[in-house]
T-cell receptor, first 110, second 114 residues
Framework: DAKTTQPTSMDCAEGRAANLPCNHS???????VYWYRQIHSQGPQYIIHGLKNNETNEMASLIITEDRKSSTLILPHATLRDTAVYYCIVRVANTDKLIFGTGTRLQVFP | DAGVIQSPRHEVTEMGQEVTLRCKPI?????LFWYRQTMMRGLELLIYFNNNVPIDDSGMPEDRFSAKMPNASFSTLKIQPSEPRDSAVYFC????????????FGSGTRLTVV
């Protein structure tokens, strides 16, 4: 699986957009980008995933660069409840394993 | 849907004792995963099953660890004998057609071995 690099921590003001970057420069053509988050003491929660097109759902948007070497998770209006560790994971299509890295600790402040 | 159910939520045991963690996946899901989380090593995949069959147990740390899935609605992770370094939060997750869908995680079992 391709390795991902994320900043260790980020801050965001409540109500503002949170933009979380992820580098995956060794990604292959059939590898998907997944995002999960883990709120303190809870199990990780699926947010969104994509292959090469930008994706949006009720939780977030995922922007993948044209060369697919990096992506950004966007929380359009961050709330205090979005404070969590966010994991960017690259997974080969049609395989079953998700290997978590160290993630980005996002702190949303009032 | 009650989600993935793990029991117990907390377990404190003495070194050398056998520990059994339990997981009930979401009905209809055909994949089940066991993860372990510690501050030092983060989230580690231990083993996963597809249609009750173990597919990859390369993450199981030692022979002291074993996992079973006797049917589609139940799985166990057993540690025998337990050691203090096994202290961690153990998560179970399930998914359907894992290749394109996200996992649903349980709330975890916090294991403390003293």
């Amino acid at each position: 699986d391709a390795k991902t690099t994320q900043p260790t921590s980020m801050d965001c003001a409540e109500g503002r957009a949170a933009n979380l970057p992820c580098n995956h420069s060794t990604i292959s053509g059939n590898e998907y980008v997944y995002w999960y988050r883990q709120i303190h003491s809870q199990g990780p929660q699926y947010i969104i995933h994509g292959l090469k097109n930008n994706e949006t759902n009720e939780m977030a948007s995922l922007i993948i660069t044209e060369d697919r070497k990096s992506s950004t998770l966007i929380l359009p209006h961050a709330t205090l409840r979005d404070t969590a560790v966010y994991y960017c994971i690259v997974r080969v299509a049609n395989t079953d394993k998700l290997i978590f890295g160290t993630g980005t600790r996002l702190q949303v402040f009032p | 849907d009650a989600g993935v159910i793990q029991s117990p939520r907390h377990e404190v045991t003495e070194m050398g004792q056998e520990v059994t963690l339990r997981c009930k996946p979401i009905s209809g899901h055909d994949y089940l995963f066991w993860y372990r989380q510690t501050m030092m090593r983060g989230l580690e995949l231990l083993i996963y099953f597809n249609n009750n069959v173990p597919i990859d147990d390369s993450g199981m740390p030692e022979d002291r660890f074993s996992a079973k899935m006797p049917n589609a609605s139940f799985s166990t992770l057993k540690i025998q004998p337990s050691e203090p370094r096994d202290s961690a939060v153990y998560f179970c997750a399930s998914s359907w057609r894992a290749s394109n869908y996200g996992y649903t995680f349980g709330s975890g079992t916090r294991l403390t071995v003293v």
